[in-house]
């Protein structure tokens, strides 16, 4: 029993330091723009537009459009991953005080973050712009 409760001591005491808290705002802000995309994706679902469950009015997807859309989820979630991967090489070598590596990996964390942002604000503006 005495392990649970080091174990449960441990973890309270990862949720004081700083970088554990970024590392649940960066899933949290990488499931949220997920989500934020899912829910337009399902509004030109053509099922759910022929059951009249989808609530807005969006012109009907090309094959070209749907393949693009589902590429763009799988680089979306490659460099999301990729961010959060970068981010916990930071972490790691900034605890081993190795300062050359985890400046280039903070550099290669922020740029998959902006790549993932990219795509997903992208994916965001196309949905706006093709739903009315």
């Known amino acids: ?19 554990t808290w970024l590392g649940i705002g960066l899933v949290s802000a990488f499931a949220g723009l997920a989500y934020l995309v899912a829910t337009y994706a399902f509004r030109t679902d053509a099922v759910l537009i022929f059951v009249h469950r989808a609530g807005a009015a969006c012109r009907e997807l090309t094959n070209g ?15 999301a991953v990729l961010t959060l991967g970068e981010f916990q090489r930071f972490v ?9 590596e985890a400046r280039q990996s903070l550099i290669w964390c922020i740029i998959w973050g902006v790549v993932a942002l990219g795509i997903a604000v992208g994916a965001l503006v196309f949905f706006n712009q093709y739903c009315r």
């Open 1 to 19: 029993m005495k392990w649970l409760i080091d174990e449960i001591s441990d973890l309270l005491g990862q949720l004081k330091q700083w970088q």
């Open 65 to 79: 459009t749907i393949i693009a859309m589902f590429c763009g989820m799988i680089f979306f979630t490659f460099t």
């Open 92 to 100: 790691e070598y900034q605890r081993h005080a190795a300062h050359r």
